[in-house]
């Protein structure tokens, strides 16, 4: 059985939570629970990185790691695992992952002969928990509830970003508009662009906290309160989603956005820059340290980002790349690249009509999109395999062209060309012959069915429409969708090779059901010289607003606007496609 990418991140992931339940220093888990991190967000099969011996170019994998991804590459095992799996048992690591619930609650539950999630609850129920030291009724009840959403969070895992984000936006609306707000915002992983989200983290600056506490538990999202502080709460949405709220006062609010906004990787980062200038630094306050660690002044907050990052000697670097990629060591030589922005972006060139599955004619699409400030797209319906799409024959196709032409006709200087969604077909055919397509202004494939075929099998459909010279852009490549459908397991080294000799596109879907390139594969595309084109895939007027996900996900990319096509004027753009061999 080979084992991919994501079962060796889950198996350091699971050694991570054994060794934090052992009381291993922190260093020990977080090498562990780093390697998984960047594991699980890699551009390439680890076969194919242990093939050429570069493992250790990997993210947070150093020899020790390496050599353990050899051994499990190579018999499916890993001793060092097993061994541990025979001492913490794996009901003990479940409950570890139970909110409020840490590794010493954990190994005090184990001691106690509680080595399951069932078991745990069934202590609680017949109160045998209130009696162990640091407990009580009340954290009994805690640990009911934890094991409550436990349960839902297992059923359900991550929420997407573009379910958790409007939720975010509305509740952090309703408390700004609240007397004596100074200052709000969504900080942790949505802040970054995560595509997935455990929780929601929300922080506003206040002098005055407590009426905005009583006013976040009884939003109309709520449906359950987990907690209710002076400073801090925690609810529940109806849509299962947790939302923490802090209250700060201004003169922290750098020290704590920071801080809150995360990542875990990028903090510790910061913390160790920290403690080399001799400071410590939490979500409090940086505070000045002797050799030994006690403090030997008086703390240092930032009511800005900006201080918080120049206190370290570096440039301020935009939340969707704190994730310990590097940005810290380009923050401190001052190059930190200018992200790409929703104002670059002048063209949509994926979008549907009525004429296959859209729900808006040629017209109404490109009004919408004239509205939305783009200046020019391109409309590209499925293609006639695509049946159920209600794909267009070849008749059809021709048929739409003179629709097509006259919208662009009339809404000029706003341009709109005629293209289409290709299918790549199951066989690795392309589904219109040659002629038809040389005579569109823009061609996409697109792979949509097939997408569980052996490795060589759909790269080598993947690679015959990158090659083919009418072709102009990939759509979402990987052909994921997020909680639902696993990536085609193609050789993305081939892929990317491929695009960039023939000097076609790929695709960022800004879809937040695909987020498809995703940001570490979109990042090694660009950095091979491949052009990216951010796209809506648009199939109505609200599909249109998905663009900032297509944007948060270039920018996890470290990308620029010249990494972006969308981001050509209409002559650069018209330009390439005539160079192209079409229009
Ligand atoms: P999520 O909620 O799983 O999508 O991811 P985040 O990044 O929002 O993580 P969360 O909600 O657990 O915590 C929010 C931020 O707070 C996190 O990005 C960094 C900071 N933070 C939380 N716990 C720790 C910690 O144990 N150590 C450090 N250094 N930072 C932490
Ligand atoms: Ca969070
Ligand atoms: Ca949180
Ligand atoms: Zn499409």
New binding site residues.
Partial sequence: MALTNRDIADKFETIADMLQIKGEIIHRVMAYRNAAGAIRELARDLRALAAEGELESVPFVGKIIAEKITEMLETGKLEFYDRLAEEVPPGVVEILRINGVGPKKAKQFWDAGITSVAALETAAREGKLRDMPGMGAKSETKILEGIESHKRRAANT?LRLGDALPTAESMLRHLMGLPGVLKGEI????R?G?P????V?LLVASHDPQPIMDAFVTLPEVARVLGHGDTKSSIETHSGLQV?LRVLIPERWGTALQ??????AH??HT?ELALSKGYTLNEHAFTPVDKDGTPNGDPVTFDTEEAVYDFLGLQWIPPEIREDWGEIEAAAAKRIPTLITLDDIRSDLHMHTTWSDGKLSVREMAEQARARGREFIVITDHSQSATIAGGLTVERLLAQREEVRRADAEMRPFRVFQGVEMEIKADGGLDYPDEVIAELDFVIASLHVGLRQPREQVTARLLNAIRNPHVDLIGHPRGQLINERDPADLDMDAVLDAARQSGIALEINANPHRLDLEAALARRAAELGVKIAIDTDAHSAADMDNLRYGILTARRAWLTAAHVINTWSLAQFEEWITGRGKS
């Fill in positions: 991550r900080a942790g992983s949505i970054r995560k997935t989200i455990g929780d983290d923490d801080y809150f906004s995360g990542s875990q903090n510790i913390r």
